[in-house]
């Protein structure tokens, strides 16, 4: 699963040929949630600031994930997404 981006702790990534709707996955602190990118909604266990932290990112960086679910769907390598800073 290749890693599209890390900040504050935060690793996100997304898999190859994955399932609809459009989403990336998000790890913190030994804990998992999946992230809809159209919609923001979350599933899995996050911890709110953590879920706060990427849902700013989500928001800031829509074009370049669904670009990246593309790109992905298609078995093309993703391209880096800026962390939020």
Do not use: K
């Not at 040929?17 to 599933?43: C, K, M, R, S």
Request: aromatic residues 12%.
């Amino acid at each position: 699963m290749p890693v599209v981006s890390r900040f504050f702790g935060i690793v996100v990534t997304m898999y190859y040929n994955d399932h609809e709707p459009p989403h990336f996955h998000a790890w913190y602190q030994g804990a998992e949630g999946t992230i809809a990118i159209l919609t923001g909604e979350v599933w899995g266990h996050l911890p709110r600031r953590a879920v706060l932290l990427l849902q700013e990112w989500r928001t800031d960086q829509r074009s370049g994930l669904l670009a990246n679910w593309q790109r992905a769907r298609e078995r093309r390598p993703l391209e880096p997404i800026p962390p939020l800073e």
